[in-house]
T-cell receptor, first 115, second 113 residues
């Protein structure tokens, strides 16, 4: 069975540009989570989608946005890129929420470099 | 508010040594879940264990063991007889109810031959 897949694996952009990252969850999973892992800052929660709706959002500016499609895949969009957006962006999926016990399964991430 | 603290930034051991990774958490909820994940150099986080707040029974799985103590809000992870393949960043995480999963800063473990 395929795991969580993310594309692209690497991306180089310049300041001010826009980027779209993609994530396909494990088959049968309805929840998708996005995390940012910048150097030295650990894993910062970005967004959580479940059944097509945004359930929770981390402390990030509005230029970070996303959506979840009817097939439960998801996109993360970042507008007006800044140097500090350089990070590994990890996507995870889980089965439908049942109170927090769900295990998250992670993809290998998209490494974004902003020059 | 929820918070996870992993005070150890980096640990370096020689193969076959035992090593314990510390995790301290904060939450006001009575029902919550604790997790440990491993992030090898490939970048993909791998689930290791989950514990709920009502189950303080400690667990051993092969060379891995976990010590959950609500009295000290700790959920420590021990690797016995460490191996080079254990080298990775280990994250402790906390989640309560229908909420986001919060990670600690991670502990980088280096096991040298």
């Amino acid at each position: 069975e395929a795991g969580v897949t993310q594309s692209p694996t690497h991306l180089i952009k310049t300041r001010g540009q826009q980027v779209t990252l993609r994530c396909s969850p494990i088959s049968g999973h309805t929840s998708v989570y996005w995390y940012q892992q910048a150097l030295g800052l650990g894993l910062q929660f970005l967004l959580w989608y479940d059944e097509g709706e945004e359930r929770n959002r981390g402390n990030f500016p509005p230029r970070f946005s996303g959506r979840q499609f009817p097939n439960y895949s998801s996109e993360l969009n970042v507008n007006a890129l800044e140097l500090e957006d350089s990070a590994l962006y990890l996507c995870a999926s889980s089965s439908r929420g049942t109170g927090g016990r769900e295990k998250l399964f992670f993809g290998s991430g998209t490494q974004l470099s902003v020059l | 508010a929820q918070k996870v603290t992993q005070a150890q930034t980096e640990i370096s051991v020689v193969e076959k040594e035992d090593v314990t990774l510390d995790c301290v958490y904060e939450t006001r909820d009575t029902t919550y879940y604790l997790f440990w994940y491993k992030q090898p150099p490939s970048g993909e986080l791998v689930f290791l264990i989950r514990r709920n707040s009502f189950d303080e029974q400690n667990e051993i799985s092969g060379r891995y063991s976990w010590n959950f103590q609500k009295s000290t809000s700790s959920f420590n992870f021990t690797i016995t007889a460490s191996q080079v393949v254990d080298s990775a960043v280990y994250f402790c995480a906390l989640r309560n109810g229908y909420n986001k999963l919060i990670f600690g800063a991670g502990t980088r473990l280096a096991v040298h031959p």
